[in-house]
């Protein structure tokens, strides 16, 4: 016996054995595409890698301009940084990878001169 026929009662019309199958089979999916399995540090540390490269060949600033990579992992995903050597007070890059590694962005670009007014530390508040 097997799942589906406890569902299946003698008396059930056709369409009713055609809609439980069906409703059965979308649960079934819709379990599947809801689970996303966390990556491991490594994997989310190449996808940052990739990244970085890409960042390097769009807008040709040279890699040995950018310090080590700095490695953080927060409840919803990993944050990667790379401080930018012209000044590394001020500019950085930085990327966001997902926990799933689903999504992946740039959540800092270097910008030595932002437009936000002078060069200054923000204030801790």
């Known amino acids: 016996m097997t799942g589906v026929e ?15 199958g069906i409703a059965l089979a979308l649960a079934a999916l819709i379990s599947i595409s809801l689970y996303h399995p966390d990556i ?6 190449s996808i940052a890698d990739q990244l970085l ?3 390097h060949r769009r ?21 990667f940084r790379w401080r930018y050597r012209l000044c590394p007070q001020a500019a950085s890059l930085r990327v966001w990878i997902s926990r799933d590694g689903r999504r992946a962005s ?9 437009q936000t007014g002078v060069m200054v530390n923000p204030l801790k508040v």
Do not use: H, N
């Open 6 to 20: 406890t569902f299946v009662q003698p008396g059930m019309t056709r369409t009713r054995k055609l809609l439980i």
């Open 53 to 55: 490269v890409q960042y």
């Open 106 to 114: 740039y959540a800092e670009l270097p910008d030595c001169a932002p």
């Open 59 to 79: 807008s040709g600033d040279p890699l040995r301009d950018f310090a080590a990579r700095e490695d953080r992992i927060w409840a919803d995903g990993w944050e």
């Open 40 to 45: 491991d540090a490594k994997a989310a540390a």
